[in-house]
């Protein structure tokens, strides 16, 4: 069976790392603690003292490290990667870092004749544990197909993006929209304890509309990206409901920066005669003041 050289075995890059093993691939991993390494070889896998060791005659390599530096460390710095991977073989970063980096990282490589795709992932380690990872892969449709019988090792759900580059993008996008919604879900929880609210009942009522199951889910497809603005919900009657919300969470002096900052949204795309459109207009409003 292949090598995969497996360079970070932290949080998410051991279990993955130990997944790989199960899928009957041979793992050499690195990793700058020494402890990590010990619980690898405890699991079968073999151990080196180097990035660029790692990458010594293996099919594959991924990259598991906290960020786009780290990579490009592991890659070009001293007994880094890019000295001993294979031309035919292919680096796999499933980091998380900055897109720009990622990009430099790449085309350097390139310029050596070897091949980086990006891989991230999302969900966590429960998921990393479980090989149910969701993954996210940018590159060329030959090279991801290569990569798949590895990466369904690490996940259940292999999303080709697009080309090399639109996984790590795809993921920040992701990041930005569970990230932010996170702070909401926290002054909406805590807007209802303000109010003397039972919790579970509350939980219970979002998770039976669009609050809880979400508007990707639910409204996105039926209303705006099905390009129909006919008010299922429409924009005026958003936006006298956000400002009671707001009123509401006023009363309890609970947080509310999330929806103070969404009523200028709203208020706008009523200023610009779309009151009577259905809420996902506001999407396009969006989109307007990004172009
Ligand atoms: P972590 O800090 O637990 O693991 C990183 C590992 O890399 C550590 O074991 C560290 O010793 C090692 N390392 C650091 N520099 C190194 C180097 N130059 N060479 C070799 N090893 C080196 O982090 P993590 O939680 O496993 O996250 C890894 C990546 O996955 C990050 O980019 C993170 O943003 C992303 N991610 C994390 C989660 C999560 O839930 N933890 C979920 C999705 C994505």
Redesign the pocket.
């Known amino acids: 069976m292949a090598t995969v050289g497996f360079?970070?075995?932290?949080?998410?890059?051991m279990p993955m790392a130990l997944n790989v093993i199960r899928g009957g691939y041979e793992v050499r991993a690195?990793?700058?603690?020494p402890a990590?390494l010990d619980v690898m070889r405890c699991h079968g896998a073999s151990t080196v003292d180097s990035?660029g060791q790692a990458a010594e005659g293996a099919a594959f390599v991924v990259t598991?490290?906290?960020?786009g530096e780290?990579v490009a460390?592991?890659v070009f710095g001293p007994e880094g990667v890019a000295a001993s991977l294979d031309p035919d073989s292919l680096l796999i970063d499933m980091?998380?870092?900055l897109p720009a980096r990622f990009d430099a990282t790449a085309r350097r490589l390139e310029d050596l004749g070897k091949t980086l795709m990006d891989a991230?992932?999302?969900r966590?380690?429960k998921e990393a544990e479980n090989g149910t990872l969701l993954i996210m892969v940018g590159g060329e449709a030959a090279d991801v197909g290569r990569a798949r019988p590895l990466l369904e090792c690490m996940g259940d759900t292999i999303i080709h993006c697009g080309p090399r580059g639109t996984g790590i993008r795809t993921k920040l996008v992701n990041n930005y929209l569970s990230i932010v919604s996170n702070i909401v879900v926290a002054e909406a929880l805590s807007i209802a304890e303000g109010a003397g609210l039972d919790r579970d009942k509350a939980i219970e009522v979002l998770m039976g509309t669009t609050a809880g199951r979400g508007h990707l889910a639910t409204t996105y497809p039926a209303k705006v990206l099905a390009g129909d603005l006919e008010p299922g919900f429409m924009v005026d009657l958003a936006l006298k409901d956000l400002h009671l919300a707001l009123q509401l969470g006023a009363d309890s002096g609970s947080s509310r920066s999330m929806g103070t900052s969404a009523l200028p949204f709203y208020e706008s795309a009523s200023d610009r005669g779309m009151g009577r459109l259905d809420w996902t207009a506001i999407y396009n409003l969006v989109r307007d003041m990004s172009a």
């Open positions: 360079i970070g075995v932290g949080v998410m890059g690195f990793d700058v603690s990590a990035a598991m490290l906290p960020t780290h460390e592991a980091s998380t870092g991230p992932v999302g966590t380690s």
